[in-house]
């Protein structure tokens, strides 16, 4: 059974940082690609960072210099480290793996909740 586990979403003030990880099991998590994705109220899904197996990272023009995504292949973990928080930060993150060999095959977690309010 494939899990991804997201955790370290909260409440934070505007300008505070938090660290996401999402842990897999059940993939052999070198063959995917691991992304960030995240949902605002009343808005739809997007991709805010991606890293590929061997680390390389892309990231969303909005996010950029703000976040890091890496990854920790020994512990099946992907993180998403994010500073400088705005308040449209503000969304559902959730965590996705993408086969690179099985095609049209990716999993979800079921996201963690950033609040970023004073």
């Known amino acids: 059974q494939v899990q991804l586990v997201e955790s370290g979403g909260g409440l934070v003030q505007p300008g505070g940082s938090l660290r996401l990880s999402c842990v897999v099991s059940g993939i052999i998590f070198s063959d995917y690609s691991m992304a960030w994705h995240r949902q605002a109220p009343g808005k739809e899904r997007e991709l805010v960072a991606s890293i590929t197996n061997f680390g390389s990272p892309n990231y969303q023009d909005s996010v950029k210099g703000r976040f890091t995504i890496s990854r920790d292949n020994a512990k099946n973990t992907v993180y998403l480290q994010m500073n400088s928080l705005k308040p449209e930060d503000t969304a559902v993150y959730y965590c996705?793996?993408?086969?690179?060999?099985?095609?049209?095959?990716?999993?979800w977690g079921e996201g963690t909740l950033v609040t970023v309010s004073s």
């Open positions: 996705k793996a993408n086969s690179y060999y099985i095609f049209a095959t990716e999993y």
